[in-house]
């Protein structure tokens, strides 16, 4: 096969999509922890980051827990959803999202995208409540830092009188008129794994204004102890609270969260500008309402100049065509140089294990494959409506390498692999 790169020297160092960068403080605070013998789920490290988050945020209240995962299995259940209710969720995301729906036995329903941010379609979203219109819950995403579109979203919450959930494990510290993502649902969560914006290595954590809300998540997350002299228990519980060692990483990162948003931002723009004239374009956001974190720099690529490239369960193929390219071949090339893409997050409908859960755009609902999974053959299905966004998308688009610690030679060089792959 043409390699279009052939000429271009890998880097030394290896560019990650998103690594961990620490600054120093994050090792005073654990080395505190552990002087202090507050080696647990409890300590100053836990109090500190809850309130600084809950200042940042403009949160009433924050809740430190062990991961973004279980913070969004928390916000489902303080959210009320029980066994068989349905919850409109974003298709396009982290599985996460979904499992946590269905850790209660729900149903999640997936809803598309739409071209201007990427995030569930308010117009789809509207079409699902006319399907579906008992309906209590949405679980809105923010991917890759990018705000969705709240003020739409949340009037046709109101207007159904459903719940609104914010996922905003990728958007800590991005805003939507001014206002930071995830301070906008009754409960919502961020994460600190160790790719996000800042990390604790792991870690998440529940924004509500609600202080019933947040007391209950303490609870629940500590085994559900009731106040009594022995182990006394009157409801299920969870090992969901976040460890004052890890609460010592993110104290630490806290200070570095602007400075984070910022590198990913002059990434974000660099890329832009260095792509200029290619048939791509970047990741969109509302410029006028919304100010991204920047988490993840990502290209779609043209309709037009898409060359040939199919894609099975496991595994992918591609033509190299002149002036065009695919999102193969551009992360094959950007991986040949040593340095680390990703394409788009997968959505969950097209996923094997949610093939019978319904998905729904702003024109229906799409079929549920009943066919039993076949290891390798349940290829590129469900296309019975007129466009589905997020799978478009997911064709088109890939993730650029976004660590904040990439030097701009480095960027400079991911640059070009990618204007050769369109030669
Ligand atoms: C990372 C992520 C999560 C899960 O967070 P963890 O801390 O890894 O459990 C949930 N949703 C989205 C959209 C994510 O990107």
């Not at 961990?20 to 002087?35: N, V």
């Not at 729906?101 to 995030?119: K, L, Q, R």
């Not at 995403?141 to 905003?168: F, M």
């Amino acid at each position: 096969m043409l390699n279009k790169n052939e000429k271009i020297k890998p880097l030394d160092k290896k560019v990650w999509l998103s690594s961990p960068t620490m600054h120093g403080d994050e090792l005073k605070y654990m080395t505190e922890a552990f002087k202090t013998n507050w080696m647990s789920t409890v300590g100053e490290n836990i109090n500190k980051v809850e309130e600084e988050v809950a200042k940042i945020t403009g949160s009433k209240n924050a809740v430190g827990l062990a991961s973004g995962t279980s913070t969004l299995h928390l916000a489902i259940k303080l959210a009320g959803v029980k066994r068989g209710d349905r919850v409109f969720c974003s298709s396009m995301t982290f599985s996460a999202s979904a499992n946590s729906i269905c850790y209660e036995g729900a149903e999640p329903i997936f809803i598309d995208s739409e071209y201007d941010t990427w995030n569930m379609d308010p117009k789809a979203l509207e079409k699902a409540f006319e399907i579906y219109p008992d309906t209590k819950y949405v679980l809105l995403v923010h991917l890759y830092g990018t705000p969705a579109k709240l003020d739409e979203i949340i009037d046709i919450c109101n207007k159904n009188n459903a719940i609104l959930i914010e996922d905003a494990a990728e958007s800590f510290g991005a805003t939507y008129k001014g206002k930071e993502t995830g301070t906008f649902g009754l409960y919502n969560a961020i994460s600190f794994n160790g790719n996000k914006i800042i990390t604790g290595s792991s870690g998440g954590m529940l924004l509500t204004d609600s202080k019933k809300a947040a007391e209950k998540a303490r609870k629940w997350s500590t085994q559900s102890r009731e106040n009594a002299p022995w182990y006394q228990h009157e409801e299920v519980g969870y090992n969901y609270r976040m460890s004052n060692v890890i609460a010592g990483v993110v104290r630490g990162q806290i200070p570095y969260l602007k400075e984070h948003i910022r590198q990913k931002k002059e990434i974000y723009y660099r890329y832009k500008e260095g792509l200029k004239g290619l048939p791509i374009s970047m990741n969109p956001f509302d410029e006028k309402n919304s100010e991204p974190n920047y988490w993840l720099s990502c290209m779609i690529i043209d309709k037009d100049y898409m060359s040939k490239e199919v894609r099975g369960d496991f595994d992918y193929l591609y033509k190299s065509e002149k002036g065009k390219s695919s999102p193969h071949e551009i992360l094959d090339a950007i991986a040949s140089i040593n340095a680390e893409g990703r394409p788009i997050w997968k959505p969950m409908h097209k996923q094997p294990i949610f093939r019978n859960n319904d998905f729904i755009n702003r024109y229906g609902k799409a079929k549920a494959l009943t066919n039993a999974y076949i290891r390798g053959g349940f290829v590129d299905d469900r296309d019975d409506l007129p466009e589905d966004i997020c799978s478009d998308i997911f064709k088109r688009g890939l993730c650029l390498p976004s660590d904040n610690k990439m030097a701009e030679e480095e960027q400079d060089k991911i640059i070009e692999v990618i204007r050769a792959c369109f030669e």
